[in-house]
């Protein structure tokens, strides 16, 4: 599967996030190196901080599968420039990326920006740093 069908995923999967309270409705489509798509939308909740990201939705659902090798993920709101993934979505790609991984960022127009996961989040905490510390 190709970038640009991977972005058509994550904008049919779209279509199933639950947003009464932002009406933003986003779609998130990873590919496993495997082959697999998991799918993802962001799902809210009246107490609003425990409402998830359609891209933290599809990354959980693939590593409670047993699934850790990732080739790209596709992302897709309708927003004037391509959506940028939130911090802390970015910090749980990072846990599970590797830092060549590609992003890609999209609107409903299809203007894409596809960024490494480098790029998305540079200088990032990480388990190295936990390690570095338990001498
Ligand atoms: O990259 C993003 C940015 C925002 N949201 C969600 C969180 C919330 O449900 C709504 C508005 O922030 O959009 C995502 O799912 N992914
Ligand atoms: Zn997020």
Same mark, same amino acid.
């Given at each position: 599967?190709? !970038?640009?069908?991977? +972005?058509?995923?994550? @904008?049919? +999967?779209?279509?199933?996030?639950? %947003?009464?309270?932002?009406?933003?409705?986003?779609?998130?489509? *990873?590919?496993? !190196?495997?082959? $697999? %798509?998991?799918?993802?939308?962001? +799902?809210?909740?009246?107490?609003?901080? %425990?409402?998830?990201?359609?891209?933290?939705?599809? +990354?959980?659902?693939?590593?409670?599968?047993?699934?850790?090798?990732?080739?790209?993920?596709?992302?897709?709101?309708? &927003?004037?420039?391509?959506?940028?993934?939130?911090?802390?979505?970015?910090? %749980?790609?990072?846990?599970?990326? &590797? $830092?060549?991984?590609?992003?890609?960022?999209?609107? *409903?127009?299809?203007? &894409?920006?596809?960024?490494?996961?480098?790029?998305?989040?540079? =200088?990032? =905490?990480?388990?190295?740093?936990?390690?570095?510390?338990? @001498?």
């Amino acid at each position: 599967m190709d !970038k640009q069908a991977l +972005i058509e995923e994550a @904008k049919k +999967i779209r279509e199933n996030a639950y %947003v009464p309270y932002s009406k933003f409705p986003v779609g998130a489509a *990873l590919l496993t !190196k495997s082959g $697999k %798509v998991y799918y993802g939308c962001n +799902i809210e909740n009246a107490a609003y901080p %425990v409402s998830l990201c359609a891209e933290r939705v599809a +990354i959980f659902k693939a590593i409670s599968d047993g699934e850790y090798e990732f080739d790209q993920l596709a992302v897709v709101a309708d &927003t004037e420039r391509p959506v940028p993934p939130c911090g802390s979505c970015r910090q %749980v790609m990072s846990e599970f990326f &590797t $830092k060549d991984l590609m992003i890609h960022t999209s609107n *409903l127009r299809h203007d &894409t920006k596809s960024v490494t996961m480098e790029e998305l989040l540079p =200088f990032s =905490f990480s388990q190295d740093d936990l390690e570095s510390s338990q @001498k």
